[in-house]
């Protein structure tokens, strides 16, 4: 079986699918075996069908012939029987019949010789018995019934058909067995055939099965080539998707982007337009309509020198040129908002070219935040004053150029030490406290002093106002240069020493005068009172033996006494006013006039007065000097008036520009104007003394009240007509004497 | 009954007190004066110290006219030493004197002066003063001395 192997191992080295080729000819030829074998097969089959039909129609021909016969034999009976005619109506059909029958038969065992013979045999006997049949029906016919039956009766006709019959029988049989045979033969063939027929069918099923099984293979192979290609075509597929799917993605994304970007347009905080070749407005972004303060509608399609400012207007062709020519443009202009007020610009132009038209495309800024923060930068900057940024930590971080004019330091060198280094040793202690106090609150720092070291090292006197910022850990602070002011300070305080010893000096003078003045209350009245005194008991006691000029002499000099005594007295009143610190009250001046007349009373007494008061005002004053004021006024009007019957003596209030002012009127002697600033000086009079009696203190006295409570006072009168004294309480006058709104100086 | 003394007049100026004697003699005011010429003099004299250590205390003045310039003992010492004891804190004290300061006015009231009268320098205003106060201290007051003498053991 070696070359079976070799025929096996061939085919084993075949390719798959030439395998398969291989099997399915395998196949191919066993089926076309089979069904050759098969063919073969059922032709046999048919054959045999064949001769079983052949032999049955021979015997289906013999028992016709014999069922013919059978009727010929009827017929004829019938006929002799009963003479009918009609009994022999089919009598030639069935003799044709036969004969054809026998035709039939002889044609159907032609192929058997014996077979043949028999049905030769087998015609001749039938010939002869139709001979008889005739005979008889010929016999009846002519000769009548016992003709025939006698005929008949020989058995002749009998023994013919049961020939026949045997004969019939024979064939039959004979055909039987020749069709056993034939079948038998057939059978074998067969047998052979379908021996073959199975063991190829076998080899069939085997090479099917093998066929199957490199089928299988084949598929195994295909299914993996094919899942192998599948698995490509999955990854081409997927490959396929994947790209799609990122194809998709990037649209997406170009689309976000764009979605973005316009989003990103409209809420700009920067406003965008975009300009036509002609200059129109096409297109702007919500932060430039916010910027003009106008609607979409009314600024796209606008020239856009519309909206610039009126001011910028004419500088518009220009830049538009230059745009043009350059293809960007960058510059500062203003904008007019709708309000009117002008929008500080930033512009970024630029031309560009875009689906073959070109257009311009700009950024609009609204810089005014900027400028206002450049103000504020610049403000810093060039502050006279020393404004700077310190941290906690205790380094500058920010200085503004001042440092440097005056200190003479940079700012890298005065950021790079902690500051501390660069103050006073004297005040670094200060400084710790007063910049920790900062760092530790949130409330400023006012008027801090400390001394700065120069370049040179001179020393700056720095006045600081600070407020911390904790959130940042920083202090912002501003410093004046002080060292002028200080030393200002200094001398003030300098003049201020030497002032306060000087007061000092002052005020141990005027202690001293105030001992002096006391005593001499005392030393100078004690005295005067003496001379009186002992005058006056002269006089009491001598003044039988005086003669008349003895007294009048002693009278001088009591007056003498009497009057240095009231001298004495208006001088130590005067010098008190001046010492006396202002018991200040609210006093109605009307009740003092009317203390000052009842301390005048007794002086007054029998004359005839007439006396005006009017309303006077609540002022704030020393009562006890005001009552002096009014006592001295007053009882100078009563003196100056004794020679009028009756004086006229008014007090009352007049309203002027600067306030109210009290005035004392008499209808005296009054005085001449040439005089009025004598008036009020010491020991200054104005009458003779024989005619007046007084001190000439009086007036100073008043004066010197009336300026210690800030007023002003002052006269006017006519020489024989009378005087009119004014003073204010309080207020200041300058030197201007006020007009009045109601009265004149002197009635 | 020794004679009541009715007033002890301290005052060192001699003519100041030569004219207050005369203003007092001339008004008819009771003769029993006794002088100090100083504050020393003064308390030692209410105090029967000194140089009157054996005078009698029950014999104390009805008033006191105290000048307050006074050598050795202020015035104003006097006054308080007079207020200060129990002895002499009722008699009426009238000072006298050539100041009207008013820090001598608010002291001498302060300290318990029963009034203030400044010396003029007018000798009848002088006279009339004088006479006034022996009315009124001597005459209408009724002196506390009577109660003293009578409430001391």
Redesign the interface.
Known sequence: MSWFEGLCGTVAAQHPSRQLLLAALLVSAILLTLGALGRGLSRSKLEAERWVIHTFQIKDQLMDLDARMGEIEGDTRGYVLTGDPAFLKTFDQVQVRIASQTAALQRLTADNPRQSDRVDALAQLLTHRIEIARRNVSLRREQGMEAALEFIATGEGRRTMEAIQAAIEELAAAEDDLLQDRLKALQARNGQVAAAFWSLLVLLGASFLAGLYLFQRYLNIQRSTSALREAAQAQALAQLERCVADRTEKLKQASDQLRLVDFSVRNASTGMVWLAEDGCILRANPAYYEMVGLAEAQVVGSSFPFVISRNARAAWPGYWQQLRQRKAMHFEAALDHASGRPVPVVFDLKMMEFDGREYAFGFLRDVSEQKRLEEYHRFFEISPDFMCIAGFDGYFKKLNSTWEKILGFTPEELKARPFLEFIHPDDQAATRDVAGQLSAQTHSLRDFRNRYRAKNGDYRWLQWSAIPVPEHQLIYAVAVDATEARRAEEEKAQLNRSLQERNEELRASMEELEAFTYSVSHDLRAPLRHVDGFSRILEDELSSQLPEEARHYLERIRDGARQMGALVDDLLNLSRIGRKPLDLQLTRLDSLVNDALRELAPAVSGRAIEWRVGDLPFVECDPALMRQVFTNLLSNAAKYSRPRNPALIEVGMLSSESGPVVFVRDNGVGFSMKYADKLFGIFQRLHRQEDFEGTGVGLATVQRIIKRHGGRVWAQAELDRGATFFFTVGGSLGDEIPSFTAGGAHA | MPDPLEILLVED?P??LE?TL?ALQNENIANRIHVARDGEEALDFLFCRGKYADRSNELLPSLVLLD??LPKVDGMEVLRAIRAHSATRMIPVVIL???????DLITGYAEGANTFIQ??????R?RQTVRQLGLYWLVAVLPPRQSLAETQP
């Open positions: 100026d003519a100041d004219l005369h307050l310039k004197t050539s100041s009207r300061e008013e820090r010396k003029p320098v007018d000798f009848d002088f």
